[in-house]
């Protein structure tokens, strides 16, 4: 394969398809019709490149989020009034379900489902996936993940003052682990009353409880660069393999829905599909398409969720930058949760390609600002060089 950029990854070819997603369509909320017609421009786009075999795959999914946290925050919130009133078995009680959200949460916050997830799994949602076989012996196969939903203007997720986004994370788990460890000891140690430190806990949950459904009732963003910017990027190398197509590696695009309910696309084409883990090599597209590109070298939003990349992908990934320095491309730390969660949690190796602003932020996350004025074309371009480049080199391996 050819390391000069084939023609559908200049910008012009690649902004066409940020438009009809963007402006065609629209903020694409998960599991609602503005979703399923993403998908169905993918599909088409496809089609008129000369794909007939793409897969789709229909799934339950939570409409939002919120869902998850509000259910949590709630029931921490109810076990503090309930270990006051409800006496020494109240206490033991309400350490239940403290301790409980605080388990919740933080598998939350690594992407996977909570227990209750197919009682709050009620509307519909799908994946695209198509696979392009090389032009000679399959030896491995390269994953590229673009989702097609996108997210409400969100004031926690991340805070205005991103860098306390960690901070709290953290303190959403901690809060109600710590009362609920203080319950328990109550519970055996027999105390009465209620201490100081009850009053303080309930009053942190139910401001947090209060603060993210006040996010609930906020518009969808319109996600030019979260995550139209990916789809436009997969949708430019199905087109590049038409022509130029890889010598031994299997490229397969993956256009996931419902990613901004914490990746419950990618966990379900998992659990189903169950692709092998050997010889497969998982990219991630999330963001990129202003500011300056990075692949991510930690995730992660609170400090009891860290995951990271294989390190064999970040060794790709910096051979790479280091071939193509004019894609002016680097390692980072960055703090966000994408649906290289998933396929840590089951053990893939995957990678996550994103881009950052002069603060070293994600640009216009989840805010209303994230729209097609906001892209860069030069940057769009390079991340789809990049990628290319990324594929050519394990395609090499």
């Not at 559908?8 to 009809?20: E, F, K, N, T, V």
């Not at 599909?43 to 000369?50: A, D, E, F, H």
């Not at 990075?294 to 910096?318: D, F, K, Q």
């Not at 932020?361 to 480049?389: G, V, Y």
Request: hydrophobic share 45%.
């Amino acid at each position: 394969m050819s390391s000069i950029p084939p023609t559908p990854l200049q910008p012009d070819r690649l902004m066409s398809h940020l438009y009809a997603l963007c402006k065609g369509i629209g903020p694409r909320p998960p599991t609602s019709p503005q979703e399923r017609q993403a998908a169905g421009y993918v599909k088409k786009t496809l089609g008129q490149l000369g794909y007939a075999e793409v897969q789709e795959q229909a799934f339950k999914s939570p409409s939002s989020l919120g869902w998850v946290i509000v259910i949590c925050l709630l029931a921490a919130a109810l076990a503090i009034p309930l270990a006051w009133a409800g006496g020494q078995w109240g206490k033991f009680a309400g350490g239940v379900l403290l301790v409980g959200s605080a388990i919740v949460l933080r598998g939350f916050f690594l992407a996977k489902f909570p227990f209750f997830q197919n009682l709050i799994a009620r509307g519909d949602s799908q994946n695209l996936s198509l696979h392009v076989p090389p032009s000679g012996p399959e030896k491995r196969r390269v994953y590229l993940i673009g989702h097609l939903d996108t997210q409400k203007q969100r004031y926690l997720s991340p805070p205005p003052a991103t860098g306390w986004m960690v901070v709290n994370g953290t303190l959403l788990i901690l809060v109600p682990l710590l009362a609920g460890i203080l319950l328990f000891l109550e519970f055996l140690l027999g105390w009465q009353g209620a201490a100081w430190w009850g009053w303080l806990a309930f009053a942190l949950i139910l401001f947090t409880l209060l603060a993210f459904l006040s996010d609930e009732i906020r518009p969808h963003v319109e996600g030019a660069n979260d995550n139209a910017s990916a789809v436009s990027v997969l949708l430019g190398i199905a087109e590049a393999l038409k022509t130029q197509p890889v010598q031994h590696a299997g490229v397969t695009l993956l256009f996931t829905g419902c990613e901004e309910v914490i990746c419950v696309g990618m966990e379900h084409y998992l659990r189903r599909f169950k692709p092998p883990k050997e010889d497969s090599y998982w990219i991630d597209l999330e963001m990129v398409g202003t500011g300056d590109l990075c692949y991510v070298t930690r995730h992660g939003i609170s400090y009891l969720t860290r995951y990271e990349p294989a390190v064999e992908m970040v060794a790709l990934a910096t051979r790479t930058a280091q071939k193509h320095p004019e894609l002016v491309v680097t390692g980072k730390d960055v703090v966000i949760l994408e649906e290289v969660a998933n396929l840590c949690n089951h053990g893939y190796q995957a990678i996550c390609l994103t881009s950052y602003d002069q603060k070293g932020n994600l640009a216009n996350w989840h805010r209303l600002s994230d729209n097609l004025e906001h892209i860069q074309p030069d940057t769009l371009s390079r991340a789809a060089s990049f990628t290319w480049a990324l594929v050519q080199e394990i395609d090499a391996l």
